[in-house]
Nanobody, 123 residues
Framework: QVQLVESGGGLVQAGGSLRLSCVAS????????MGWFRQAPGKEREFVAH????????RYADSVKGRFTISRDNPKNTVYLQMDVLKPEDTAVYYC????????????????WGQGTQVTVSS
């Protein structure tokens, strides 16, 4: 069983940057495809970014493309989400998860959710 722990959230002004981290334990991390999702108050959890385990394939939601970058450090069992040019609409709890299914942007493809880290962007 894989356990995931997110960190790195906080309060930042619009236009600023944050880097989120997600550390995995309990299984060989290098064989896991990983994703980041977020959930704003009163809204459904939505896909943010994905990185594949085999070729490092990345995919982003249109709303973050060009501003966010997902990466991974296999020896450290960690996946990162670098968030630049943050906007107030990026305010949400950010979660990482392991992708087990084929639909990259679908919550139903993911498991082993972390507890989340809060990101708040002030205007």
């Amino acid at each position: 069983q894989v356990q995931l722990v997110e960190s790195g959230g906080g309060l930042v002004q619009a236009g600023g940057s944050l880097r989120l981290s997600c550390v995995a334990s309990g299984r060989t991390f290098s064989s896991l495809s990983m994703g980041w999702f977020r959930q704003a108050p009163g809204k459904e959890r939505e896909f943010v970014a994905h990185i594949g385990w085999l070729d490092g394939y990345t995919r982003y939601a249109d709303s973050v493309k060009g501003r966010f970058t997902i990466s991974r450090d296999n020896p450290k069992n960690t996946v990162y989400l670098q968030m630049d040019v943050l906007k107030p609409e990026d305010t949400a709890v950010y979660y990482c998860a392991v992708r087990l299914g084929s639909a990259i942007a679908s919550m139903s493809s993911y498991s082993n959710w972390g507890q989340g880290t809060q990101v708040t962007v002030s205007s």
